[in-house]
């Protein structure tokens, strides 16, 4: 089993920056890759982007690009989500989410990750 812990969360004025944190824990961990989404009250869960374990590569969502960037520290099992230029759109409750072998599923599908996190909230005010 793993275990995964969001870390991070709070209050930001519009155009701040917040650094999330997602740890991981339990079995020896070496996923495929580890990703991250956000869901907005009454709002599906969206993908914000992911990042290979192994070489590091990563993918956002459009909205996100050029603002968000992800980064991962093999040796404490730990992925960052870095959040710059914050939008009140942004606000969301962010779940990291781990794949742990490749899968035919896009890895914006939710369906492509096995283990998540609780989330963390960030709320952007304007």
């Known amino acids: 089993q793993v275990q995964l812990v969001e870390t991070g969360g709070g209050w930001v004025q519009a155009g701040g920056s917040l650094r999330l944190s997602c740890a991981a824990s339990?079995?020896?961990?070496?996923?495929?890759?580890v990703g991250w989404f956000r869901q907005a009250p009454g709002k599906d869960r969206e993908f914000v982007g992911s990042i290979i374990w192994s070489g590091g590569y990563t993918i956002y969502q459009d909205s996100v690009k050029g603002r968000f960037n992800i980064s991962r520290d093999n040796a404490k099992n730990t992925v960052h989500l870095q959040m710059n230029s914050l939008k009140p759109e942004d606000t969301a409750a962010y779940y990291c989410?781990?794949?742990?072998?490749?899968?035919?599923?896009?890895?914006?599908?939710?369906?492509?990750?096995?283990?998540w996190g609780q989330g963390t909230q960030v709320t952007v005010s304007s």
């Open positions: 339990g079995r020896t961990f070496s996923p495929f890759a």
């Open positions: 989410a781990a794949r742990m072998s490749y899968n035919s599923y896009s890895p914006s599908s939710l369906y492509a990750y096995s283990y």
